[in-house]
Each structure stands twice: as C-alpha cells, then as structure tokens.
C-alpha cells in the first residue's frame, strides 16, 4: 500500500488539497482499506487522487472537489461498517459514482437496502437511486413490475432442437446463474429438487394457485394479453410477484400485443385518474 506523508513534509504545489480521515477501530479501517489496500487503490482510480496510509490514518491528495469526494465516502462507508454492512471493492466504484450523480443520496439509503446471502457471498444490494426504490417497491407491495432496457433473449423456444428440458434450459440460463450467485449449486439443486425452487415456462403456470410464494416471471414483454391475465391471477395467499421485461424487445407475431405493455397502459391510466381524483378533492 503506498504511503506518503501530508502535504507539508512532501511537495507543495503538486496538489490542490490534502485531507486526513483518522479512523479508531482497526476492523473499520481495514473494511475501508482492504487487505492489501485494494480498495483505496480503487478510490484512487476513481476519483484521480492519491490515497494512503499511516497507522490509523488515511490520507488524501488531488484536486479539491475529488478530494472532498473521497473523504465523504470514506466517512460513510465508515458508518456502514460500523453498521455492520460490508462493502466489496468493487462497492467503491459505485458509491462513489452514486456520491457523484446524487449529492443528496447517502451511502446508507442504498447499501442498508442489501439482502444478505450467507455462505460467505456478497450481499445483493441495489446499484442506484432507481433500483433502491424498486428494492423497496417489492417489499411493500404484493406485485411489481420492472419495465426497462436489459438483455434478453431472442430465440424462441420452438426453434430449439430436443424435449421440452433440453428447449427451457438454455432460455434460462440466466436464472439459473443467478441462483448459482447466490448460494452454493449443491444447495440450489436441492432446492429445486424438492420443489422449493421451481424454474418453468409460463404456460406451466396455467390452473395453479401459488400460496406462500416469491415469483418472477421473466421477459414478460413476449407474453400476450391473456397469458399476462393468467399469470396475474395465479398469485394465492401470502404471495408476491415481480414482473421484467423490455417492452422495445417485443417478440411476439404480428398484430398481437404484448401483455406487459397492455399492463403497463393500465397501470398508468389509473394512476392518472387517482391523481384526477385527488385534485377533485
């Protein structure tokens, strides 16, 4: 880790400001650090200053605004730490870039939003303003829906060679990488295999009710108007949904709509008629 003294014993005049952040407990120190200051080093890149340290202290050097920058994150991730939420070196990046694009935003508005794994994997914590406010949609509400740009897949399943196992399973691959994230893939095959997990086409979906149940379905841009009616009307007791896909990415023959579009037409017409409402009021 490269060390170097303040500004005062160095070469005045190489840099714009200097700053010192003294932090007492060890364990936070090395949080912010990393073992072998991977993590300062991040900051260094990212903001374009020198970070380093001496006993207890972090000190930094650069232009006055990337500096103030960077003793703010430090001072945050600080408080996270303390907080017990763990950050990852590449946390850095982002909570800098969030510190950058939304000034009013604090660190703990968004890395507290973090599910934790277990199993000694990192936390699955929302990467902006926006996925923070999705985080919380689906923690308040029985059904979300996630409308925006993201891969997907183009190849419809009918054109895939092999059984029904062998035409699913390469459409949703990113589900099941996913999963392998999250937990160890000896854990996660068990799960499906005792039906805890199910991954299934929509149409698998039809005449069942799901009770105590967490369900996404995926690329629902290609769904049409009655199977998005099926879905919706699948969820049982205790249950909640979160609905993706991309409605520029629309796969369906022509002339059919998509289901997640007619859902989104209505989600925004009711709005706009309780906001008329609430002006009558």
Same mark, same amino acid.
């Given at each position: 880790m490269p060390r170097f003294a303040p500004e005062s014993e160095g070469r005045p005049g190489d840099v714009k400001a200097t700053s010192e952040v003294e932090i007492d407990d060890t364990a936070v120190l090395l949080g912010l650090t990393g073992a072998r200051g991977d993590r300062l080093r991040a900051l260094e890149r990212e903001l374009g200053i020198e970070c380093g340290l001496r006993g207890n202290t972090?000190?930094?050097?650069?232009? @006055?605004?990337?500096? @103030?920058?960077?003793?703010?994150?430090?001072?945050?991730a600080a408080a996270l730490l303390r907080q017990g939420v763990q950050l990852a070196t590449d946390d850095v990046a982002r909570a800098v870039h969030l510190l950058?694009? *939304?000034?009013?935003?604090?660190l703990r508005d968004v890395f507290d939003q @973090?599910?934790?794994?277990?199993?000694?994997?990192?936390?699955?914590?929302?990467? +902006?303003?926006?996925?923070k406010k999705y985080v919380e949609s689906i923690r308040t509400h029985d059904m979300t829906f996630g409308i925006g740009p993201a891969g997907t897949g183009k190849t419809k399943l009918g054109f895939l060679p092999g059984d029904l196992a062998e035409k699913v399973n390469p459409y949703l691959r990113p589900l099941y990488d996913a999963l392998d994230?999250?937990?160890d893939i000896?854990? @996660?095959? +068990?799960?499906?295999?005792?039906g805890q997990i199910e991954v299934a086409p929509l149409a698998f979906m039809r005449g069942r009710t799901l009770n105590d149940s967490f369900?996404?379905?995926? *690329?629902?841009?290609?769904?049409?108007? *009655?199977?998005m009616r099926m879905f919706l009307t699948r969820l049982g007791y205790n249950s909640r949904a979160?609905?993706? +896909?991309?409605?520029?990415?629309?796969?369906?023959?022509?002339?059919?709509?998509?289901?997640?579009?007619?859902?989104? *037409?209505?989600g925004e017409g009711g709005e706009r008629e309780r906001q008329r409402e609430r002006g009558k009021s």
């Amino acid at each position: 880790m490269p060390r170097f003294a303040p500004e005062s014993e160095g070469r005045p005049g190489d840099v714009k400001a200097t700053s010192e952040v003294e932090i007492d407990d060890t364990a936070v120190l090395l949080g912010l650090t990393g073992a072998r200051g991977d993590r300062l080093r991040a900051l260094e890149r990212e903001l374009g200053i020198e970070c380093g340290l001496r006993g207890n202290t972090v000190f930094l050097r650069g232009g @006055a605004e990337p500096v @103030a920058l960077a003793e703010r994150f430090l001072s945050e991730a600080a408080a996270l730490l303390r907080q017990g939420v763990q950050l990852a070196t590449d946390d850095v990046a982002r909570a800098v870039h969030l510190l950058r694009t *939304e000034p009013q935003l604090r660190l703990r508005d968004v890395f507290d939003q @973090a599910v934790p794994l277990g199993s000694g994997r990192k936390p699955i914590a929302p990467k +902006g303003l926006a996925q923070k406010k999705y985080v919380e949609s689906i923690r308040t509400h029985d059904m979300t829906f996630g409308i925006g740009p993201a891969g997907t897949g183009k190849t419809k399943l009918g054109f895939l060679p092999g059984d029904l196992a062998e035409k699913v399973n390469p459409y949703l691959r990113p589900l099941y990488d996913a999963l392998d994230d999250m937990m160890d893939i000896d854990r @996660a095959q +068990g799960m499906i295999a005792r039906g805890q997990i199910e991954v299934a086409p929509l149409a698998f979906m039809r005449g069942r009710t799901l009770n105590d149940s967490f369900v996404v379905l995926d *690329e629902a841009q290609n769904t049409t108007s *009655e199977q998005m009616r099926m879905f919706l009307t699948r969820l049982g007791y205790n249950s909640r949904a979160v609905v993706t +896909g991309d409605v520029t990415q629309v796969d369906l023959p022509e002339g059919r709509t998509s289901g997640l579009a007619e859902a989104r *037409e209505l989600g925004e017409g009711g709005e706009r008629e309780r906001q008329r409402e609430r002006g009558k009021s």
